[in-house]
């Protein structure tokens, strides 16, 4: 077998190049010219090491790990050990990705049954495999990022009304503006499946039986007239459409998530017919003035 070395050490530049750059970027780190070339040269010089000397201790798993750490150490500042270990966790998760997506094309473009047999560097296959694998890489960060973001905006929160309580999650939405007509009070969305152990039978048989457009024409049918009394109504704008919400006010409203405070008589909430989210991570929409206690 010929091997190209100049095209060899090309090959690993890339390579190398591509895993400790992602590695910064999806951690935030600071870009360091410097670090990161040093770091890419002792993992490029491993590899050529590898391929040029038949040493049996070049293989184990133990220098392996131990080649990683010193590159790792050299590329970025690490100021814990928890931050290390998050970072040798990303450093791999991209080495296995970009290796999986290279041999995985590499298999569906091969004819052969075993094509790790033949020994050739395809640069088409190679440069389409490493695409696939940083567009894996993109995709996968960008849906962790959101989903991070997402859980450091849900809280906790407690809701009693009449005698009963329950808690759930609620996501603090930044674009709820919603407002009471009467009392200008701000406005927590829930969904009606949520509050349904917070109502008694004749409210939830009201909500379920008649739809949402028509709960406001159709209160008399509701058989609770104390909390049909106590109703407060709010318009909002859906796409397309327009509505009304029933919200009511109530009795304790408590934030749980490490604070433990009390909102009572400034907020109320409205129903909502539908569920907020199909995982059902989180049943409330929090109104943004919700930033203003936190």
């Known amino acids: 077998m010929v091997v190209y070395v100049d095209l060899f050490i090309l090959l690993n530049l890339v390579i190398n190049s591509i895993i400790i750059i992602l590695t910064g970027w999806i951690l935030g780190k600071n870009?360091?010219?410097k670090r990161y070339f040093i770091a890419i040269m002792i993992a490029v010089s491993y590899s050529l090491l590898y391929l040029l000397y038949d040493f049996t201790w070049i293989s184990n798993i133990g220098v392996k790990f131990?080649?990683?750490t010193i590159i790792i150490l050299i590329a970025f500042k690490i100021k814990s050990f928890q931050e290390f270990i998050k970072i040798l966790g990303v450093f791999y998760m991209i080495s296995f990705v970009l290796g999986g997506a290279v041999y995985g094309y590499f298999f569906l473009e091969s004819n052969q049954k075993y094509p790790l047999v033949e020994k050739k560097i395809d640069w088409k296959i190679l440069a389409i495999g490493l695409i696939i694998g940083c567009c894996s890489v993109l995709?996968?960060?960008?849906?962790?990022?959101q989903r991070n973001i997402r859980k450091q905006n849900l809280y906790k929160v407690k809701i009693q009304y009449k005698n009963k309580s329950i808690e759930l999650v609620g996501l603090l939405d930044t674009g709820n503006q919603l407002y009471t007509l009467c009392g200008h009070k701000p406005v927590i969305i829930m969904d009606k499946y949520a509050l349904k152990p917070l109502f008694n039978h004749d409210i939830n048989d009201f909500l379920k039986q008649i739809p949402s457009h028509m709960w406001m024409n159709s209160l008399?049918?509701?058989r609770d007239e104390t909390w049909v009394k106590s109703l407060f109504f709010i318009p909002y704008k859906g796409?397309?459409?327009?509505?009304i919400l029933l919200g009511f006010k109530p009795d304790e409203l408590i934030i749980l998530s490490g604070l433990n405070?009390?909102?009572n008589d400034k907020f109320?909430?409205?129903i909502y017919d539908k569920i907020l989210v199909e995982d059902e991570q989180y049943h409330a929409l929090?109104?943004?003035?919700?930033?203003?206690y936190l």
């Open 31 to 33: 870009y360091n010219f």
């Open 66 to 68: 131990t080649l990683s």
């Open 139 to 145: 995709l996968l960060t960008k849906s962790i990022l």
């Open 220 to 222: 008399e049918k509701c």
């Open 239 to 243: 796409i397309g459409a327009c509505n």
């Open 261 to 263: 405070r009390k909102l």
């Open 268 to 270: 109320i909430i409205a």
């Open 286 to 292: 929090l109104h943004s003035e919700f930033l203003n």
